[in-house]
């Protein structure tokens, strides 16, 4: 299933009054606005993972089971690795190094791992 394509990663969610709120949320180009559901919570859930491990990654996972179908571990394991050397690319660009090793090395072990 398609859906809206919002950038849902840990740099864009505050939280009020214990509610996660997303920012930074504008219309992407034509081309990006949709995309699969699974992307959008393996997005967070990339996140998660590296900046908060596993236990908590998985809570994610429950969470979005209440609402959705969730597709098979697998998808959403290389979907996390897709989206962590994109993270790991972004922080190295914002000169952010040893954030962007923890996406690198997440994403290292999922692809070994597959």
């Keep these: 299933d398609a859906e ?3 950038d849902n990663h840990a ?9 996660p709120q997303f920012i930074d949320i504008y219309l992407l180009k034509r ?3 949709l995309i699969d559901r699974h992307h959008n919570i393996a997005r ?3 996140c998660v993972h590296v900046l ?3 236990e908590l ?4 996972y429950a969470t979005f089971s209440k609402y959705h179908q969730l597709a098979p571990s697998e998808v959403y394991r290389f979907m996390e ?3 962590a050397l994109i993270k790991g690319y972004y922080y190295t660009y914002l000169k952010k190094p040893e954030t962007a090793v923890r996406y690198f090395t997440f994403a290292d072990n999922i692809l070994e791992n597959l």
Excluded: K
């Design 52 to 54: 908060g491990g596993d």
């Design 44 to 46: 967070i859930a990339t």
């Design 57 to 60: 990654a998985s809570e994610i």
């Design 4 to 6: 809206i394509a919002i």
């Design 31 to 33: 081309e990006w606005r």
């Design 81 to 83: 690795a897709y989206n």
């Design 11 to 19: 740099g864009n969610i505050v939280f009020v009054d214990n509610v």
